[in-house]
């Protein structure tokens, strides 16, 4: 592993040891910016994010959702809604996330880290956008 990686693996461990349970994605978020990351970009059904850092870009694969060829879900902002509100509330993991966000029909989101905001994005080109609170950390 470059020092991009392990400065992001070192930097992820920071953030869950200091993110409350509920409403911890801004902490989360704000850890990474002040570390030098200014996007994060998931691709829902592979389950792979993208974080660009100031020591370049550092690929993490997850646990794929799919496999093969499947139909994508319409985009459904209400559901998307829900699976944000659950996990802001602490009600939800990570992975229980990714997984309300492909059942809303989200092919990819955007978390832009300098204007904080992510952007969710269906596969016909619906969106909803989202800005979350500053924190001090």
Known sequence: M??????????LERAAAIRPKVGGFPHLAE?????GVSRCRMAVPSNAMLYLTDL??????????IAGMVDAAP????????????DQAGESTFP???QGCWNAGV?????????RTCAYHGAEGDSYVEAYPAVEI
């Open 75 to 86: 985009f459904d902002r209400e559901a998307l809604l829900t699976a944000l509100r659950l």
């Open 31 to 35: 850890t990474l910016r002040q570390a």
């Open 107 to 115: 092919i990819w989101y955007d978390v832009d880290l300098h204007a």
């Open 2 to 11: 470059g020092s991009a990686p392990t400065h992001l693996q070192a930097t």
């Open 96 to 98: 229980e996330f990714v």
């Open 56 to 65: 370049g870009p550092v690929a993490v694969q997850g646990e794929p959702l």
